[in-house]
């Protein structure tokens, strides 16, 4: 850290020099939020499938809380290690693009709301609904860690009606979760929707609002490639892929 | 969300027209890591004791989800809601203040290297070490939650000892954690330690890199409110407020 480094004011517009890794995992809400940005951001990522529990040493040089997604860039970065975890990828990839501030809003305060709901979605959300299934239906058997605890998954199925209100109760308000334009916030929200969408753990027949806000953001080019993703061993159901589900 | 909202560039400096209030718990890290960078982007915060656990309901009007800090903003917000969490609260004083990336770094590759260890002491140590500890001997005691569980408090303080070589080994290679200069970084960790400091539960005698790099932060005029800090019910060690201990 003795060597001075180049100072770039913050908002100009450094495009990266190189194409970026993203060491991800197919069914991780917080990788695919990190896919759906990059495509609103026409930046394009190399995508590179992580194991994070095979505690992989080249992957722990990386991330020492082996977790994904990481990105890695080809350039020197302050640590020599990878960014992470997704919320400082997220910012990362917005300070470096053309005009990204847009994803997340046009004031400070519009910025702020922005921020809280992709919290919200990341860490609660993250934490009552999508780790608990994720862990249970997913990871323990890649892992072989014996069946799945169904008073968790019971929780989840419980935890994601509450979360689907709150969809529908800002949907019912604004145009997008955080206001009039698509942000990060509806990535972060529906990228962990469509993890539970894989799993076929929406019920969405009996949230019609927030079906319809998803839709929405089904049909965005950004999101394509996530709906054709397909992990080994676990079929999605009929719907996942259909834009008019 | 259907009128017009005016547009600021990101970059230009919009100085707050009004003294924004931080609902806050006096011995919880993420609130003080967010007095620390008002002191230190030398804006002014109204302090107003929350008890998040009271479910008073215009708390849970700033903040559904009843955690601190909040802040308060007199003007409109998108959501009409307070500012959460402490990381949203972060970067909009950093956009609001004057030159306010600098306490982020500056590169998009500093600032990202500053994110992730930022976020690394908020949901590392504070899952591992201080969310643990606070539960236990504060808040069980605020509560009438019954006596501490020995086994949360014995984790803890095996786990602390694991980030305390962590800022050992980032502070050998660094000035300040995340590089060159004191950062949004060093902010999070040392309002972590400071708490675990409060209880007197940083074994400070094993670990002198870490207490020599806490010594220089203690020294700063943005930490002087902590040191000065006193919860009811709870008194800190006598080497708590020492700038030599």
Not at 80 to 87: L, Q
Not at 120 to 141: P, Q
Request: glycine share 4%; net charge neutral.
């Amino acid at each position: 850290m003795n060597r001075p480094k180049p100072v770039h004011p913050v908002s100009t517009f450094i495009k990266l020099p190189f194409m970026p890794q993203l060491h991800h995992f197919r069914l991780s809400p917080y990788c695919r939020k990190i896919r759906i940005l990059a495509g609103e951001l026409d930046e394009t990522l190399t995508l590179t499938d992580a194991q994070p529990w095979a505690r992989d040493p080249a992957f722990l040089a990386l991330n020492l809380a082996a977790t994904t997604p990481v990105l890695e860039l080809d350039g020197e970065t302050a640590s020599g290690a990878g960014i992470c975890p997704s919320s400082a990828i997220a910012e990362y990839l917005i300070e470096t693009a053309e005009n990204g501030q847009r994803v997340l809003g046009n004031t400070a305060e519009e910025r702020a709301e922005c921020r809280r709901l992709t919290a919200w979605f990341d860490e609660r959300f993250g934490a009552e609904v999508s780790d608990l299934m994720v862990a249970e239906k997913v990871l323990k058997r890649l892992m072989r860690g014996g069946s799945p605890d169904v008073v968790s998954i019971r929780m989840a199925r419980h935890n994601i009606r509450i979360h689907l209100n709150y969809v529908t109760f800002l949907t019912e308000r604004r145009n997008w979760l955080a206001g009039r334009d698509f942000t990060l916030a509806d990535m972060a929200a529906a990228a962990h929707f469509s993890v539970m969408d894989y799993l076929d753990e929406v019920p969405w027949n009996k949230h019609p609002d927030a079906r319809d806000w998803y839709q929405r953001v089904k049909s965005r080019p950004s999101f394509r490639s996530l709906l054709a993703d397909r992990m080994g061993g676990f079929q999605p159901p009929a719907h996942y892929d259909d834009l008019d589900f």
